[in-house]
């Protein structure tokens, strides 16, 4: 019924738009959900839907509870499908050009201070896993996020040829297989040789060797949720009471440059954003620090 063509958009998702394999993936959960929609409704094909069909699919979404963002993912998705299929000459009528997609609530995310990362970076020390000297190297996993602003998924996948000791460069690979260099300082650096030294020679000695750089204490390469339980356990121990997750560390990283003055441009290649926008979020957040202090500071608050 549905399959052909929502196979062949996915198809084009994967290989034409050269989009993650999480985003492709949860564009297809969306369109299978609207198919399925479109099954309980009788209608046995895609060109069969009209847009009142899409906007009471829309209304069901809504009265399911699903989260807004949730939401106009399905929507960009089924939007997507659309127009697609209608490119490619499979319908002659694209019934969701005049379905808008919602414009989400603007959030500004949690963001550390200079002192709660100082905190979370020497927590290892105090409370982090002796065996091993497993501490060293979750203060070069944390030391690593905060320095470079990288995704978890970009962290885990860094292989010990992707640091540049001399040019002080890290290469990783983000969303959409699509490479990039990033500065990444000395302390980060430091912190990383002591880990390879002292740490991981010990974590592989008798067991294969492993070309990812940072490894669990089997020997294998870390996975995020390790990274996640990394850090929500020293946020803890530092006695942050934010919710700390890894994009934390990059929410921050942002903030700190934008706030110390660096160019909006060089931050968004860093972060590997491919459309400005997304990185301008961090300038609304250095606004409400300017707010913030103007108003404790002023003598005509």
């Known amino acids: 019924m549905y399959l052909k ?13 050269n989009l993650a394999v999480n985003s492709v993936d949860s564009y297809k959960r969306d369109i299978e959900k609207y198919c399925h929609y479109l099954e309980f409704k009788h209608i046995s094909q895609l060109s069969g839907a009209k847009e009142s069909t899409i906007s009471e699919f829309i209304t069901h979404l809504k009265r399911s509870g699903l989260a807004a963002k949730s939401i106009a993912r399905s929507i960009s998705a089924i939007k997507g499908l659309y127009k697609f299929i209608h490119s490619e ?8 050009e005049a379905i808008v997609t919602p414009r989400l609530g603007f959030q500004i995310p949690d963001v550390l201070s200079v002192i709660e990362i100082e905190k979370i970076l ?14 060293i190297r979750d203060i070069a996993i944390l030391e690593t996020l905060y320095a470079t602003g990288i995704r978890v998924s970009e962290l885990v996948g860094i292989c010990l040829n992707d640091i540049d000791k001399e040019e002080q460069l890290i290469r990783v690979m983000g969303k959409g297989s699509k490479e990039r260099l990033i500065p990444i300082g000395i302390p980060a ?4 040789e002591e880990y390879k ?6 974590i592989l000695k008798k067991k294969k060797a492993n070309l990812f750089l ?9 996975s995020r949720m390790s990274v996640w339980n990394i850090v929500q356990f020293y946020s803890a121990k530092a006695g942050i009471s934010k919710q700390i997750h890894p994009h934390t560390f990059r929410h921050s990283f942002a903030t700190h440059l934008l706030e110390g003055g660096a160019d909006l441009r060089a931050v968004q290649e860093m972060l590997g954003h491919s459309d400005i926008n997304t990185t301008q979020i961090y300038t609304h957040i250095d606004r409400e620090h300017l707010i913030a202090e103007h108003q404790k500071y002023h003598p005509r608050k």
Do not use: C, D, M
């Open 214 to 222: 940072f490894l669990n204490q089997r020997g294998s390469s870390l």
């Open 197 to 202: 030294i002292k740490t991981r020679s010990n």
């Open 189 to 192: 650096l430091k912190s990383i």
């Open 5 to 17: 063509q929502v196979e062949q958009y996915i198809h084009f998702l994967e290989l034409e738009k």
């Open 89 to 96: 000459q499979l319908i002659s009528h694209n019934p969701t």
């Open 122 to 135: 020497n927590a290892p020390k105090l409370h982090g896993p002796q065996k091993n000297n497993i501490w």
